[in-house]
């Protein structure tokens, strides 16, 4: 339908459409940054080349191409496709959506229901769509930003198959921008920097970089060229994908703390950094430092633990931005101090010979006997002060007797723990002598 002028109504809805929309691949091979699913050889094509498809969990951060490819995925099978997302669709949502499907089904087609943000389903929703995917009423394929191993049903897993989706590098996000330059017919008003830049905003997500481009061409005066600093003034910098209280709050933590302990000063502060950049509470941080310094450095270097948690007092002191600095200073400390987790080994043998062996008396010696009658059963009898003997040290056995003696710290020979391992190897040696 065209208006009195003549300007057809579909171009002006086809203008209208966001970039993102407007370039979304029409086949599976035109998807970029998941050649390992949708290449020649990938996962998805060679499912599709098989002539079988299962029900799929589709894993990944925002922005590469989850719902584009099952969307493709049941064109290319010849499947009803159905769509729902978990925030807005409730158990009626649901029934509405396999009712349809059971009646394609028994017309002889079957349906690919696609279900965004899956993890948002509860246990019994998520238990709701067992049924249907065990009698082939649909096809399932799910859509999740978060770790399916902790936020699916084992079920429902169990009879899905998981498909990773790879945040986008540089050179997928760059040939996204140039199919948005042919679609558009002009180049982006950036010089080189900035477009690099832009790249950067874009942090991996495909919708994110053609939406920041289209924010560029809204804000280009004719003949104007953005440098590196201006697209950043006209582009307000995309917040990083990070959720405090999900993956990317665990993987950042994890690799912080993987860092410090493998000695990288480096490593470690670029992850600190990138905590501190997406908003992460200061004092969560300075409560992980402390726990480096007591689980991998322990008393290799004893210091580490005083460092991390004047750090911590320094934060309180100062506040931020200046007592940034001082995690920062405590991260570099515990990264390059000798490492040991000896003391941590140790407490947890402990731990476990301490369920092991139930409530075992001490031995006697080493018990107090404020009463007569505990003197008369023994209590306190034999015991020696080990300051009255030779070297301060009497040699003694402390463990219970019908336990035995165990042997829970083994300190490395390096770092402060190398003294105490002299100490150690000079006190058994005593006790072997004192005690025949």
């Not at 349906?111 to 238990?127: G, K, P, S, Y």
């Not at 210091?303 to 940034?324: I, T």
């Not at 400390?333 to 941590?344: D, E, R």
């Not at 190897?425 to 072997?432: G, I, P, Q, S």
């Amino acid at each position: 339908m065209s208006d009195l002028f003549g300007d057809p109504a579909p171009e002006r809805a086809e203008k209208g459409r966001p970039l993102a929309d407007r370039l979304r691949p029409t086949k599976l091979s035109d998807v970029v940054g998941q050649e390992h699913l949708t290449g020649p050889d990938g996962a998805l094509t060679r499912m599709i080349a098989s002539g079988s498809l299962g029900s799929l969990v589709f894993w990944g951060p925002p922005g590469t191409g989850k719902t584009t490819v099952a969307r493709l995925l049941a064109g290319e099978t010849e499947l009803a496709f159905e769509q729902i997302s978990a925030i807005f669709s409730g158990v009626a949502d649901l029934k509405k959506v396999f009712e349809g499907a059971r009646l394609r089904q028994r017309n002889g087609r079957q349906t690919l229901l696609f279900v965004d943000e899956i993890h948002r389903f509860n246990r019994a929703q998520q238990d709701g769509f067992l049924p249907v995917m065990e009698d082939g009423t649909v096809i399932l394929v799910g859509a999740t930003t978060e770790n399916p191993s902790f936020e699916l049903n084992a079920a429902l897993l169990s009879r899905a198959r998981v498909l990773v989706f790879h945040t986008l590098g540089p050179d997928s996000l760059a040939t996204l921008l140039a199919r948005a330059e042919e679609t558009m017919g002009r180049p982006l008003p950036l010089d080189e920097e900035a477009r690099a830049v832009l790249l950067r905003m874009a942090d991996g997500d495909g919708r994110a970089v053609l939406t920041l481009a289209e924010e560029v061409w809204r804000a280009a005066r004719e003949g104007e060229i953005f440098d590196a600093d201006a697209v950043q003034r006209v582009v307000q910098r995309r917040a990083p994908v990070y959720d405090k209280s999900q993956d990317g709050h665990y993987n950042l933590i994890s690799a912080l703390h993987k860092a410090v302990r493998g000695s990288d000063p480096d490593a470690a502060l670029y992850y600190l950094a990138r905590m501190f950049d997406a908003g992460e509470d200061p004092l969560y941080l300075g409560r992980r430092l402390v726990r480096m310094a007591v689980e991998d450095i322990g008393l290799a270097d004893p210091q580490a633990l005083v460092v991390a948690n004047a750090a911590k007092d320094a934060y309180d002191y100062l506040g931020s931005p200046e007592g940034e600095l001082a995690f920062a200073q405590a991260c570099i400390y515990l990264a390059t101090a000798p490492k040991s987790n000896a003391g941590y080994t140790a407490f947890k043998a402990s731990m476990a010979a301490a369920k092991e062996h139930g409530s075992l008396l001490p031995p006697k010696h080493i018990l107090n006997a404020p009463t007569k009658l505990m003197k008369s059963e023994g209590y306190g009898s034999g015991y020696q002060y080990d300051h009255d003997q030779p070297d301060a040290f009497s040699g003694q056995d402390y463990f219970p007797e019908a336990m035995g003696r165990h042997k829970f710290y083994d300190p490395p020979d390096r770092g402060f723990e190398r003294e105490i391992r002299k100490r150690l190897d000079y006190w058994e040696k005593l006790r072997r002598e004192r005690n025949g």
